[in-house]
Each structure stands twice: as structure tokens, then as C-alpha cells.
């Protein structure tokens, strides 16, 4: 299955300014499978000093943290939502982040592009990312 072309992005400018900045990533579709993507890069950002908070439907705890069935329940400061729900979840999502109105990045992981729900967060004053594995990006910094 082929992706839509990100037309909404982040340059490697924001998104080096994006790992200096982001201290809370909410990870939603965080498995608790280790030998998912979501569990890998979730657990090497949380290796790399950045407070991981799952957002899975099942699970009390995934990577030794509170799991949240919704962004929405979180009760405290979310930085950035880390994505990894099929792409027309990410509407939801979008509509989500900007009700709480904490969150300044809206990154959506590799094969993962919805062009209308990053328009709705980056006019909402988001950065957003997409079609970019968080920990690659991180790794290349």
C-alpha cells in the first residue's frame, strides 16, 4: 500500500528543535508487544530521557507506565502525540490534541500521512511531522 505524499512537514531544522524541546510524548497505539514498532521506539525515547506515556485500549501498564485509554485522560502536560494508528485515526487524534492545547507536535510515524488532520494541527500551531520514524530521526541527530 503506497502513502499519501506528506505535503504538511517538519524540516530537519524543527525537528532537531522538537527533541531539544519535548520533554512528554504521549505514544498512541503504544503495543505492549516488544516486537512491534510502537514498543521499540517508544522504549528507545524513553531510553533517551523523554517521558513516554502509552495511549493503548487494553493494559494497565506498558514500559513500566500508566496506560491511558485516551489522550483526553491524561492529567498532565503532553508535548508531542506519537503516532501510530492507521491514518484515518488521525482526524480524531487532531481534534483531540487541539481540545487539550498543550500538545506542539503532532508527529505521525513512518506510513502514516493524513494531510487534512496535519493542515487542522499545524494551523492549530502545531509542528507536524509525518511519514518519519521518531527514533531514526533521533538516532541521525
Known amino acids: 500500500m503506497e502513502c ?3 505535503s ?8 532537531k528543535e ?9 505514544v498512541l497505539g503504544l503495543s505492549p508487544d516488544e516486537s512491534k514498532a ?7 525515547l524513553k531510553e533517551h530521557g523523554y517521558k513516554i506515556v502509552p495511549v493503548y485500549p487494553k493494559e494497565e501498564t506498558i514500559l513500566g507506565e500508566k496506560v491511558y485509554r485516551s489522550l483526553a485522560e491524561i492529567p498532565f502536560e503532553v508535548d ?19 481540545e487539550r492545547g498543550d500538545v506542539k507536535v503532532f508527529w505521525g510515524q513512518k506510513g502514516l500521512v493524513n494531510n487534512e488532520a496535519a493542515q487542522k494541527a ?3 500551531g502545531m509542528i507536524v511531522v509525518q511519514n ?3 527514533m531514526v530521526e533521533h538516532r541521525e541527530l
Do not use: G, L, W
Not at 504538511?8 to 525537528?15: E, L, R, S
Not at 510502537?38 to 528507545?44: I, L, N, T
Not at 485515526?89 to 487532531?94: K, L, S, T
Open 18 to 26: 522538537i527533541f531539544d524541546t519535548v520533554k512528554t510524548i504521549a
Open 122 to 124: 499545524k494551523d492549530a
Open 80 to 98: 508531542m502525540v506519537n503516532i501510530f494508528r492507521k491514518p484515518n485515526a488521525f482526524d480524531a487524534i487532531a481534534e483531540a490534541s487541539i
Open 4 to 6: 499519501e505524499f506528506p
Open 8 to 15: 504538511v512537514n517538519a524540516d530537519k531544522k524543527q525537528i
Open 38 to 44: 510502537s514498543h521499540r521506539v517508544a522504549k528507545y
Open 132 to 134: 518519519m520514524c521518531a
